[in-house]
């Protein structure tokens, strides 16, 4: 399991140089004028982590496998686009496909690059996207409290659907406090509840202290997750080799990458982690949501797996390193038996025992 998010906002922000950046492609047509991108691009990236190179290394694997994150850069949008103008409907069906949004915006000067509206305000276009995101949810659940009329909806659904349209008419964002509610307004495939990372496209100048846009936007939002990234900059950094990646960072003071940024905001967004299994055939990564039980885990390398799961063994990936293997672990008395109601945790090294 790894996930999906879509990079969208106003054309001309920076999508596809953000995303031919963040897969090292150039997969995605940059150019200065509007919708060069009509068909969603996908990029699928490994999520790097020395704790799995730590592992791979000590078990001597044949291989080494990372968990992976896909990107989509998405169409640009306009206003209107809830009623299908530019590619709006086209827009609004590919996001409806990923698990988070990145909603990339201008955050930086420069005179050869148009912009759409022709002037540089990353607030109102934020809001531009979020109205149109809004109005096609109103859309979704206006049609969906039509099937009431029919008696296809239950007293409770129709009452959901009710309070959900009285707060989209006011701008508010939807009730996902009680479980029941959120799973059914996921199966609508809502635009508005998906997760979101709200990222400032800024020139290499700003990359570290901000500029004027990017503090108007953290005072405006300051509850949404906020980076600043430099989408010409992660371009230069993705056509470098290892060292040389290391040398441009120390010279412009750039600490991480903007795809590290944007794993740790989205892992966190999304409330996954990471467990490991190792051996001489394989180390691998494995991406599980948060509070997962071992079977679950276990069902996710194989489905039979859950299905005849009797227990795991797991240690923490620091005492594997420092013992060396699971059978050290197990020596020091480290390792531990864990039954179906276990709980995996960030960092694991999981060895499963199922019935054949």
């Not at 420069?110 to 109005?135: A, R, S, W």
Request: glycine share 6%; net charge neutral; hydrophobic share 35%.
């Amino acid at each position: 399991m790894g996930f999906k998010c879509g990079i969208v906002g106003l054309p001309n922000v920076g999508k596809s140089t953000l995303f031919n950046a963040l897969t090292s492609t150039k997969n995605a047509e940059a150019a200065n004028f509007p919708f060069c991108t009509i068909d969603p691009n996908v990029g699928v990236v490994e999520v790097p982590d020395h704790r799995l190179d730590e592992l791979a290394k000590l078990s001597n694997s044949k291989k080494k496998i990372y968990t992976s994150i896909t990107f989509v850069d998405i169409a640009g949008l306009v206003k209107g686009a809830s009623k299908g103008e530019g590619l709006g409907n086209k827009f609004l069906s590919h996001i409806r496909e990923v698990d988070a949004i990145i909603h990339l915006v201008r955050c930086f000067e420069k005179e050869n690059i148009q912009h759409v509206n022709n002037k540089i305000n990353p607030v109102e276009d934020f809001e531009t996207i979020k109205t149109e995101i809004l109005l096609s949810d109103i859309d979704t659940i206006q049609k969906k409290m039509e099937k009431s009329k029919k008696k296809l909806l239950s007293e409770k659904e129709i009452e959901i659907l009710k309070k959900s349209l009285e707060l989209l008419n006011k701008g508010e964002d939807l009730d996902l406090q009680e479980g029941n509610n959120k799973i059914f307004l996921n199966r609508l495939g809502l635009l508005s509840i998906k997760p979101k990372i709200l990222v400032c496209n800024v020139d290499e100048s700003s990359l570290n202290e901000g500029n004027s846009y990017t503090k108007e936007i953290l005072r405006k939002y300051p509850k949404e997750k906020i980076i600043n990234i430099c989408a010409d900059i992660e371009d230069q950094l993705s056509s470098l080799n290892q060292d040389e990646k290391l040398k441009f960072m120390k010279e412009i003071g750039l600490e991480r990458m903007g795809i590290s940024k944007l794993i740790k905001e989205g892992y966190d967004l999304l409330d996954l982690e990471t467990f490991f299994t190792s051996g001489k055939e394989e180390s691998r990564a494995w991406t599980v949501k948060k509070n997962t039980c071992a079977p679950d885990a276990a069902g996710i390398i194989h489905s039979d797996f859950k299905k005849n799961f009797i227990r795991a063994e797991t240690v923490n990936t620091e005492d594997f390193i420092k013992f060396g293997s699971m059978e050290k672990c197990k020596e020091n008395g480290k390792l531990r038996i864990e039954g179906k109601d276990y709980v995996v945790k960030d960092g694991d090294v999981l060895y499963f025992r199922v019935n054949p």
